[in-house]
């Protein structure tokens, strides 16, 4: 493997950084990318629109795209180095990575011509925001145990039930719903996809008040939402093909970032705190314990430039995303505890203007064990490693080929 930039690929993110330059300040040593958090609000949503226009009219936005929807044709290589260059800038949050990352792609993919039009470019542009609505209370990790229904009326669907932990869905335009269609067939050939009009006076979006006080996922209800038959996506029964196209997407989208964490951070803290009376990175404890960290933010930094590699030479990821999720998210969990222990009695504050760093680490210890959720659970995860990557027997399953309303429900 090579992790050096080869001379057309300097020469990009030479170029990429004079774009950033132009337009945004750079990041003080000390300082971090702008996240937008659990508690965004609507001048960073615009702040976040306004950014993506100005990429989309300098040609800069979803580079992996075609251009005909409004991309630049690149590998995802390139898309990789400018990401890692505009993370050395005040930028704004980033509220389209469901979008870009995975819902477009799914439309290019499975859409109608006319989807393509009337969708793919404007979400390109970053003016419409799209949310995904796949969870619901009684499936847990089992999607293909979905219960929200869509029955065909005339040229339209009526779509009735709930969906939930659906990032952003309070502040979106557009989402991609999958839905049951046929019960008197197995559970995965009975869904079909649409895409929903999150404005529709039928959908409801609740925020979900969480322990770290944020509300960025939500609960949402679908009342007789009336969706036309040309806002389907794929044919009728083909909603599992659909999604798995999503879930692809996703998981390229999530293990190719690298690890990436809070490791420089987490080291000045050590230099701040007192332990002894001396600075606690000079205890032998604390180093090891900072050794470990930086030993697994390094594995995983490397095992993202393995896809990297991979993608420079013109070949497919492999199961490192997979595998970058399941050790990233425990990891970011481990160093937020350990950045409040550091801390002593006062990691248990929670207020900003109290707590080091105006309680980021207590925010972040608080919202990581969703990160261990949301893209796959740490167990989901485990299994397809199990199966797909050392071939492993496949769990039993005592609903395969059942109708699903024939499936036991334990009511």
Same mark, same amino acid.
């Given at each position: 493997?090579?992790?050096?930039?080869?001379?057309?690929?300097?020469?990009?993110?030479?170029?990429?950084?004079?774009?950033?330059?132009?337009?945004?300040?750079?990041?003080?040593?000390?300082?971090?990318?702008?996240?937008?958090?659990?508690?965004?609000?609507?001048?960073?949503?615009?702040?976040?629109?306004?950014?993506?226009?100005?990429?989309?009219?300098?040609?800069?936005?979803?580079?992996?795209?075609?251009?005909?929807?409004?991309?630049?044709?690149?590998?995802?290589?390139?898309?990789?180095?400018?990401?890692?260059?505009?993370?050395?800038?005040?930028?704004?949050?980033?509220?389209?990575?469901?979008?870009?990352?995975?819902?477009?792609?799914?439309?290019?993919?499975?859409?109608?011509?006319?989807?393509?039009?009337?969708?793919?470019?404007?979400?390109?542009?970053?003016?419409?925001?799209?949310?995904?609505?796949?969870?619901?209370?009684?499936?847990?990790?089992?999607?293909?145990?979905?219960?929200?229904?869509?029955?065909?009326?005339?040229?339209?669907?009526?779509?009735?039930?709930?969906?939930?932990?659906?990032?952003?869905?309070?502040?979106?335009?557009?989402?991609?719903?999958?839905?049951?269609?046929?019960?008197?067939?197995?559970?995965?050939?009975?869904?079909?996809?649409?895409?929903?009009?999150?404005?529709?006076?039928?959908?409801?979006?609740?925020?979900?008040?969480?322990?770290?006080?944020?509300?960025?996922?939500?609960?949402?209800?679908?009342?007789?939402?009336?969706?036309?038959?040309?806002?389907?996506?794929?044919?009728?029964?083909?909603?599992?093909?659909?999604?798995?196209?999503?879930?692809?997407?996703?998981?390229?989208?999530?293990?190719?970032?690298?690890?990436? #964490?809070?490791?420089?951070?987490?080291? !000045?803290?050590?230099?701040?705190?007192? %332990? /002894? =009376?001396? &600075?606690?990175? *000079?205890?032998?404890?604390?180093?090891?314990?900072?050794?470990?960290?930086?030993?697994?933010?390094? #594995?995983?930094?490397?095992?993202?430039? !393995?896809?990297?590699?991979?993608?420079? %030479? /013109? =070949?497919? &990821?492999?199961? *490192?995303?997979?595998?970058?999720?399941?050790?990233?998210?425990?990891?970011?969990?481990?160093?937020?505890?350990?950045?409040?222990?550091?801390?002593?009695?006062?990691?248990?504050?929670?207020?900003? =203007?109290?707590?080091?760093?105006?309680?980021?680490?207590?925010?972040?210890?608080?919202?990581?064990?969703?990160?261990?959720?949301?893209?796959?659970?740490?167990?989901?995860?485990?299994?397809?490693?199990?199966?797909?990557?050392? =071939?492993?027997?496949?769990?039993?399953?005592?609903?395969?080929?059942?109708?699903?309303?024939?499936?036991?429900?334990?009511?």
């Amino acid at each position: 493997m090579d992790f050096n930039d080869s001379p057309e690929e300097a020469e990009f993110r030479k170029k990429a950084r004079a774009f950033l330059g132009q337009h945004l300040k750079p990041l003080g040593p000390d300082e971090t990318p702008t996240s937008l958090g659990e508690r965004e609000d609507n001048d960073a949503i615009q702040w976040a629109k306004d950014w993506q226009a100005t990429k989309f009219d300098n040609g800069w936005a979803v580079l992996t795209w075609p251009t005909e929807f409004g991309g630049q044709a690149m590998g995802r290589l390139e898309a990789s180095v400018f990401a890692q260059e505009e993370a050395k800038f005040k930028a704004p949050p980033s509220i389209y990575g469901i979008g870009h990352g995975m819902l477009g792609p799914t439309i290019m993919s499975h859409g109608t011509d006319e989807q393509r039009e009337r969708f793919v470019k404007d979400m390109a542009r970053g003016q419409e925001v799209w949310c995904q609505l796949f969870s619901e209370p009684a499936a847990g990790s089992d999607l293909a145990a979905l219960r929200t229904s869509a029955v065909k009326d005339g040229d339209e669907w009526v779509i009735n039930g709930q969906k939930i932990w659906s990032t952003g869905a309070h502040f979106c335009d557009w989402g991609m719903i999958v839905t049951r269609t046929d019960p008197n067939v197995a559970k995965h050939d009975g869904l079909t996809y649409f895409i929903v009009d999150m404005r529709d006076p039928g959908v409801e979006c609740r925020p979900i008040k969480q322990i770290n006080g944020g509300s960025g996922f939500n609960e949402v209800f679908f009342s007789n939402v009336r969706v036309p038959d040309s806002q389907r996506l794929g044919g009728v029964g083909d909603g599992w093909k659909v999604a798995i196209t999503t879930l692809m997407n996703e998981r390229v989208s999530i293990g190719a970032g690298g690890g990436g #964490g809070r490791t420089k951070d987490l080291f !000045r803290l050590a230099r701040e705190c007192k %332990r /002894g =009376g001396k &600075p606690a990175i *000079e205890d032998a404890g604390v180093r090891s314990r900072l050794a470990d960290i930086f030993i697994t933010q390094k #594995g995983l930094q490397y095992t993202g430039y !393995r896809i990297q590699s991979a993608l420079s %030479r /013109g =070949g497919t &990821p492999g199961p *490192e995303g997979s595998i970058s999720k399941a050790i990233g998210a425990p990891h970011s969990q481990q160093v937020a505890s350990f950045a409040m222990e550091l801390q002593g009695a006062m990691g248990a504050v929670v207020e900003p =203007g109290l707590a080091a760093e105006d309680a980021l680490w207590q925010d972040t210890y608080l919202g990581s064990p969703g990160l261990r959720i949301a893209g796959g659970t740490d167990e989901v995860l485990k299994n397809i490693i199990a199966e797909r990557v050392l =071939g492993l027997p496949s769990e039993h399953r005592a609903d395969k080929g059942i109708p699903f309303r024939d499936i036991p429900t334990g009511s």
